[in-house]
């Protein structure tokens, strides 16, 4: 439901048969999806990354451009409370930074 905040801190089984580290299974705890919470997460993301876009310097191809939020996409390994460090930069970096985060996620 729009607006409502889950109190839950999600544990997704990330071992057969519930689940795997590649696509965990719902939450133990309240029954929430993995993907669910991805695509609250992505929302929420793209309301940062809005709020926060900026002009400057691309760290990345050094062009003075509008710059955007970036922080790889939260993997199911990471420890809990593990942040992705952030890095703010323009369109096409920001791309490219994603496919590659992509690349990494998706490998099976
Ligand atoms: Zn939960
Ligand atoms: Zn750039």
Same mark, same amino acid.
């Given at each position: 439901?729009?607006?409502?905040?889950?109190? @839950?801190?999600?544990?997704? /089984?990330?071992?057969?048969?519930?689940?795997?580290?590649?696509?965990?299974?719902? !939450?133990?705890? !309240?029954?929430?999806?993995?993907?669910?919470?991805?695509?609250?997460?992505?929302?929420?993301?793209?309301?940062?990354?809005?709020?926060?876009?900026?002009?400057?310097? @691309?760290?990345? !191809?050094?062009?003075?451009?509008?710059?955007?939020?970036?922080?790889?996409?939260?993997?199911?390994?990471?420890?809990?409370?593990?942040?992705? /460090?952030?890095?703010?930069? @323009?369109?096409? @970096?920001?791309?490219?930074?994603?496919?590659?985060?992509?690349?990494?996620?998706?490998?099976?």
């Amino acid at each position: 439901m729009p607006g409502t905040v889950s109190l @839950c801190k999600h544990s997704f /089984p990330v071992q057969p048969p519930l689940g795997s580290i590649f696509r965990p299974g719902d !939450c133990d705890r !309240c029954g929430t999806t993995w993907n669910d919470v991805q695509a609250e997460l992505q929302r929420q993301e793209e309301a940062l990354i809005n709020g926060t876009a900026r002009e400057g310097t @691309c760290p990345d !191809c050094g062009q003075q451009r509008r710059l955007i939020r970036f922080q790889p996409e939260d993997k199911p390994w990471n420890p809990i409370g593990f942040e992705e /460090p952030v890095t703010f930069l @323009c369109i096409d @970096c920001w791309n490219t930074a994603a496919d590659v985060d992509n690349a990494s996620y998706h490998v099976v």
